[in-house]
């Protein structure tokens, strides 16, 4: 898998290999070229001393033709000043020789060129090389390359290298524009696409995915990304789900308390103590369901307050015990206590820890059915207390058991309290124990019981 910052220093790397290719190689030709024109220049320049020193020898051009043999010993003398030898140095130059009125005298051997005896226009001739002895034109060199006057060759050498330092210069700001605009485009398109998914979530479409499939960083953000949407839908399922479900635990209260009071308060019904103690229960089931959404709440933005003192946990689970025995005992159910007796001290709320194994043992309470047992247990476990609620009773399916600690969750929706009487117990267990440097766990198999496990370091 590469990095962003892998692939982008590729790009840079790429890009100047290409740019140093390019410019390397059209510097070499261009250079090739200068090179050449300037042997060709400097080849050309001893052909002119040697033909004017041929004249000056023989002070015409009456030889209609000029043997190369008998210019060579003056071009063999001006090569040698110039440290050349060995070969003639005009032999591959196409020339003309004209004299001053333009008849051309003599041309290099080649099949197609004009020949001795004819003419060149003065206009053309006078674009050649004037050929001077004693500061006068005797006659004119034209080379077939010539388009108009020359520079000297270190100019056209230095004007040669020049324009190509700018062409390859230009040619490499091309290329890596092409290049690199190409590369940031697709860089960028996963940004675009994520900028685009934030815009959809921000204005409600919760759940929206992005289709990136790299596996560098914006790989990593986009799967992130999808986790987060998906995250936010199910939560705001949840705030949905919560709401409706709570709505419904106040409305059945809130509808029994009516009705009593409505025809208590019409003469219909003379009060009696089973009525006014339903009242007081489902009065009382109201007060139960404002106190767990106030605790989730300031569970929530971390403003419940804890009382932490060194306690001893064996304590805390003899008075959960006694508070829940009678309950128990009228619902046939057996509770007891399991475990180490001496157990360490730990630094914890009692208050809340009582709540804690409360919540778990009244969980069990609500579903377990005549001759269930409740057990709870404790041990020391390296350096963390275990504190257990292990029932024998339905159980929780494996499906559903992730989701028990989600607020409002229910694994049957007909039987509203089986984890808490708003759904909402377990959740704020969770809360509770989490906000104490605790973790709280659960296995169960369907049909064989459910074991609660909660875990606090000993300090």
Known sequence: MRSLSVKITLVLVVVSIIGALFTSFYIQNQTQKAFDNFIRDRDQQVLVEALTEYYSATGNWEDAHIPFQQVYPFAQHSTQAGGQQGNQPYANIPFILTS???EIIDTNPGPGGPKPGSSVPLDEVEKGISLEVDGNIVG????????GPRNSPQKDFLNTVQQGLVISSIGTLLIALTLGGFL?????????????ATEKVAGGELGYQVDIRSKDELGKLASSFNRMSTDLEKADLARKQMTSDIAHDLRTPLTILQGYTEVL??????GTTEIYQTMYQQSQHLGYLIDDLKTLSLLDSEELTFQIQNIDPALILQQVESAFLPLAKEKGIELSLAGEIDLPRVDLDPGRLTQILGNLVNNSLQVLSFGGKIELRSYQKGDNLILEVVDDG????EENLPHIFNRSFRTDSSRNSEFGSSGLGLAITRKLVEAQKG????????GEGTTFQVEFPIA
Request: no cysteine; aromatic share 4%; glycine share 10%.
């Open 100 to 102: 001053t009125s333009g």
């Open 439 to 446: 973790r709280i766990s659960v296995q169960s198999t369907l």
């Open 140 to 147: 004119w060199l034209i080379p077939a390359t010539l388009q």
């Open 394 to 397: 339905p159980g929780i399916s």
């Open 184 to 196: 940031i485009q697709s860089f960028t398109r996963p940004i675009r696409k994520l900028a685009g």
């Open 265 to 270: 308060s019409e003469g219909k019904m003379a």
